[in-house]
């Protein structure tokens, strides 16, 4: 079932059967409002007057709540996808927890500050959101129910501190040096957790892993992998298939078809702007008069007298491939297919920062002198038909490389790029830090088990917060067994008997709890991050005694 909110943007699946109820294992389970009434409400959610700390509780409680329900519903390989809509019609499927909070707009301050920690999460890991997001509402709800009883608020953030600090702690006693079938493991659980097919994760996590160790090849030691400016990454309709290439990947034709489809070791030239001849550059007062055909011939003879110049300008520099962020004359474009050049014209600003990163080229303007030492150097440049598309592939030996990724279904290719996004991420944090953890939920149920040994030590109200922070951290295995379609009760209760007998443990996707084998891994780097990120973010929320509006 699909229901659209009032304001029509954005549209979300209804949540799996047996979702309600006291399951989630925290202190308090909110009835499960109709997914129309739970976006209508969220979105409408916001402060209008002060908050104190009674009305506070209300409200971190009602809406954590909310927001838990949908992201938790998403969570893992077969969990539920939300589709989006805006306001032109455009619709695209995502199961990227921060997106959904993104796309609801969110205005109450607490929403915002769980905006924040998907945002954090993102830029430091690259992936990961969604479990920081459940941690940090499981968190919150459970503090709720202590604040009830009476504990304070402080009390409680040192408590979390301990049980954090604790969960820490053995998350370094379980890491795993990742070999390299652990490393693809690992890759490939990231990419398959956003619901796409296996044969896509598994072609994906081997073109993301490769194209990290070619980045890396490049890199200083003490340097960091900048992804965002190092990889390319396209998407088209196609037959599944993912292409890595060394080099730079361009969805563009050349500007006619009479110029050449292969150049070996180009030498290139970026141009800003349009490659035009303007009134301004012939007469700048602006006072021609074209009232005979004498005038107007007279006009077009010096028009392409311009023209001429600046693709000779081109030419002395020596340049044989051309690209030009704007429009291009018709005299110049004729000049340059008679002299062999190869020309692309109406590039976007990302794809020519890619080229000039990869071949070093400098960006010019046509009024400027056009020296050689403003040329970049490739290996090859080639013009290739590939399902019906033409595109351009330029070679070049350095850390800049692109992917091309081909997905059959129009919806599908929203997801498959968050896949190769935090396959990618992920391959990269394995890179600098190879250490993995049981995937499946096995470690998040080791660590609540280790966290209700840990309070037992424990004197004063600080076990009950420990308590609360190992509900929350169960609640992850949960959410993921009950979206396979398990019983959530009696998977735990099979993880248990299994991690007793001292069996490494985990939920499989065939909806049966096993032993680990095949072996299933998550990057321990993000479970850190998640862990410390999300108590962080409640800490800084349960500090807040009251909401005042500022006059």
Known sequence: MIISNAGGFVLFTSLPSGFAGNQSGFSKASPSPIPDELIRTLRERSVTEPVDDVSLMFHIETLVSDILKMVASSYGPLGMNKMIVNPVGDVYLTSDGKTILKEIDLLHPVAVSLKRLGQSMDKSCGDGTKYALILACGLLLNAVSLLRKKVHPMTIIDGYELAMGKAYEMLEFVCEEADNEMIFSAVYAAAFSKGIEGEQATALAKAMIQTVIEIDRYADESSFLDLEENVKILKKRGSPDVLTFQGVILDEIPAREDMPKQI??????????????????????????????????????????????????????????????????????????????????????????????????????????????????????????????????????????????????????????????DALNTAALLLKNPSVVTGGGGTEYFLARSLRIFANTLDGKAQLAVLEFAKAVEAVPKFLAQNIGMDSIDALIQLSAMQEEGIDARIDVSGKVMANDPQVFDCATVKKYGLVAAFECVANILRVDEILLKK
């Open 264 to 421: 070996l070791s180009p030498r290139i030239l970026l141009l800003r702007n349009d490659l035009k001849v303007k009134s301004g550059y012939l007469n700048p007062e602006h006072f021609i008069r074209i009232d005979n055909p004498t005038t107007a011939f007279d006009f077009k003879c010096a028009k392409n007298d311009v023209a001429e110049n600046f693709a000779l300008k081109v030419l002395k520099s020596g340049a044989n491939l051309v690209f030009c962020e704007g429009e291009v004359d018709a005299v110049i474009e004729e000049a340059f297919a008679k002299n062999k050049i190869l020309l692309f014209k109406r590039l976007k600003e990302a794809d020519l920062d890619y080229i000039a990163r990869a071949t070093g080229a400098q960006y010019s303007v046509i009024l400027e002198d056009l020296t050689p030492d403003l040329l970049g150097f490739a290996d090859e440049i080639t013009i290739q038909k590939t399902r019906y598309e033409t595109f351009a592939y330029l070679a070049v030996s350095g850390p800049i490389t692109s992917v091309l990724i081909h997905e059959p279904v129009k919806y599908g290719l929203g997801k498959i790029e968050e896949a190769a996004d």
